[in-house]
């Protein structure tokens, strides 16, 4: 008798629903007649399947939750046995796939690796069952040409060469033998991992399109030793997106990522299974964080898109090289999938989620002094296991302006409970226009986690919350230079509308406008006009700042004069409720900038008499 398919020596046997394991077993044989199965330790024989044409069929059911167990199996005419076998080291109990690239391969340290545990089982990628060590993802020995090239061909090293190369690996954890040892510790029951991960491969390389070409494709190769062990399984940990971190794939990630979950839940029948994504950590290097920060970002989202998915972050874990965990962390990671798993698969009482931004406000400052307008950024996380925490100082957040440039404004961050306060010197009307991020570029430093280890995730680039209702920024706007004039008391309405040359003024990041391009070192006096237009005779608020001395006409009448004005910018230092009339209405301002700098500037926000947004105003 020889098994070719649903039963292997040492396998773990998924468990049902009720704790227990069964398997369709086929093979080859000599004997005609039935097929008898008893579990090692009973004396009676129950009857599998039958024997014939050389083949064979049996179908083993009710196998309790544990193991190991040994079967033997024999095809009997009466009571003569013909053949028989025995199959050692069955286990029931979970079982997982490891896909993805290389650090879910594994490439931290291997003197870091966690102890085996004899609970915990491995389906490595020479397709044979034995206890679970690091380096489980071992390319080298695997029958699938697309890992190694050569798969079980006639170039395959011999056994021993194979072992003589894993012998002399140094690098190889991986978080999956962490997984097994501690969903083994909060479930109690054996656990099976099947290794199918590779490095540096790309989402258009795990393409289910290419199914057909067995194990000549990471997907083919994945879906064969899925069929070959003939099991169900508890679910996916999967790692991968550093390959398609890049200007021309990032775009796709997320669509490619429901592809990939949607094909691998159709084609194993397991219309809910759920998958646990790793959000990809740091790369120590210089080149631009854009699409890296893209990946993170989108992977943060997908439990949005895609029903019993659960995302757990690496930012804040150790490297043992420029892109791979390290040994010791790998293990944290481990830990961190298996409390995600623990809750989604098993419903574990008490288990949390991975942690979700659930809010951000614009808070007043802790201790400011009385009528400063300073504030705080408060972000609000969901599913926080204890409270949140942080070896040393809490780091890793920035705000950003409206060109992407980091503001640097974050003087100190501080925990409360499962939120961070971002505690800067900027009043509501700047942060309005800012966008926060935690973990940005390749190779941030963050430390924040949960009691229970698990890190906050990357957010990219999120707007910061405007006032409902807030008046837009009115941003279109002519300038032009005052020649021959050298004191803005001398400017009149007339000199400045006789201004010659007007051009659209620059913008002034992160509000307003600007009288000249920012790289002018011209010191000068300037004539800036805009025109507001009316959808019917109104009364108006106009809010209006300035950071160098001014004066200001509408429809040809001084409405606001400031010649003290200066550093620095308050956006809502003048509040003018002015009488609109219907069409257009000119707003034309004298101003004066002590000095050369991309800084000085105007700002104006127009609204409606109750200072709220206008559609009926417009440029």
Not at 175 to 198: D, N, W, Y
Not at 215 to 229: H, I, N, P, Q, T
Not at 405 to 425: A, E, M, P, W, Y
Not at 518 to 523: K, L, Q
Request: charged residues 20%; aromatic residues 6%; proline residues 6%.
């Amino acid at each position: 008798m020889n098994i070719e398919h649903g039963l292997m020596n040492g396998q773990v046997l998924q468990r049902d629903k009720r704790g227990f394991g069964q398997a369709v077993i086929r093979g080859g044989c000599t004997a005609v007649g039935n097929l008898q199965i008893r579990i090692a330790g009973e004396s009676e024989w129950h009857p599998a399947g039958q024997a014939a044409d050389g083949r064979f069929q049996a179908e083993i059911k009710g196998l309790p939750t544990g193991g190991p167990y040994r079967l033997g199996l024999r095809i009997v005419q009466g009571r003569k046995t013909l053949e028989s076998m025995t199959v050692q080291d069955v286990f029931v109990g979970d079982v997982w796939i490891l896909g993805g690239q290389s650090n879910m391969e594994g490439m931290g340290n291997l003197c870091e690796a966690p102890a085996p545990h004899p609970m915990v089982r491995a389906f490595y990628m020479r397709d044979e069952w034995g206890i679970a060590r690091e380096k489980l993802h071992f390319r080298e020995e695997a029958v699938d040409v697309f890992h190694n090239g050569y798969g079980d061909g006639a170039q395959r090293p011999s056994r021993d060469i194979l072992e003589k190369q894993r012998k002399a690996l140094m690098k190889g954890t991986s978080p999956s033998l962490a997984f097994g040892i501690e969903m083994h510790k909060r479930t109690g029951v054996p656990q099976g991992l099947i290794a199918c991960a590779h490095g540096g491969t790309s989402m258009a390389q795990w393409s289910p399109a290419l199914r057909d070409q067995g194990g000549a494709s990471l997907y083919g190769a994945m879906m064969r030793r899925y069929a070959k062990l003939g099991q169900a399984v508890a679910g996916v940990l999967w790692y991968q997106g550093e390959s398609d971190a890049n200007r021309k794939d990032a775009a796709g990630y997320t669509e490619n990522m429901v592809n990939l979950v949607e094909s691998t839940r159709r084609d194993m029948a397991l219309p809910g299974l759920p998958w646990f994504v790793v959000q990809i950590g740091c790369h120590a290097s210089s080149e631009d964080g854009t699409a890296w920060n893209a990946i993170q970002e989108q992977q943060r989202l997908l439990p949005s898109r895609i029903k019993h998915l659960d995302v757990a972050p690496a930012i804040d874990l150790d490297l043992d090289d420029g892109i791979h965990i390290s040994g010791k962390s790998q293990q944290v990671l481990g830990r961190r999938l298996a409390r995600l798993a623990d809750r989604l698969v098993h419903k574990a009482k008490g288990g949390k989620p991975g942690i979700v931004l659930e809010r951000i406000e614009l808070v007043p400052k802790p201790f400011r002094p009385a009528g400063s307008p300073s504030m705080a950024v408060k972000l609000t996380y969901g599913n926080v296991a204890g409270w949140l925490v942080s070896k040393g100082h809490p780091t890793g957040f920035s705000l950003f302006d409206i060109d992407g440039r980091n503001t640097c404004g974050i003087f100190k961050t501080s925990l409360q409970g499962s939120s961070v306060l971002l505690h800067t010197d900027m009043m509501q009307q700047y942060l309005e226009r800012l966008t926060v991020s935690y973990g940005h570029g390749r190779f941030p430093y963050c430390n924040i986690t949960d009691s229970e280890g698990m890190s906050i995730p990357v957010i990219q680039n999120i707007p910061l919350p405007a006032e409902k209702d807030r008046m837009p920024d009115w941003l279109t706007w002519q300038t032009a230079r005052l020649r021959g004039v050298d004191s803005i008391k001398k400017v009149s309405l007339a000199v400045a509308t006789a201004a010659k040359g007007w051009k659209k003024a620059p913008l002034r990041n992160p509000f307003g406008v600007l009288p000249k391009a920012p790289d002018d070192p011209r010191i000068a006096i300037y004539a800036m006009k805009t025109r507001l237009v009316a959808g019917q005779k109104q009364d108006a608020l106009l809010v209006f700042g300035s950071n160098a001395p001014f004066k200001m006409w509408l429809n040809g009448k001084v409405i606001c004069t400031d010649l003290e004005a200066c550093v620095p910018m308050l956006p809502e230092k003048h509040k003018l409720t002015c009488r609109l009339k219907k069409g257009d209405n000119e707003l034309i301002v004298a101003y004066a900038p002590p000095a050369a700098g991309a800084h000085f500037g105007i700002c104006l926000r127009v609204g409606n008499a109750d200072g709220k947004a206008d559609p009926e105003l417009r440029p």
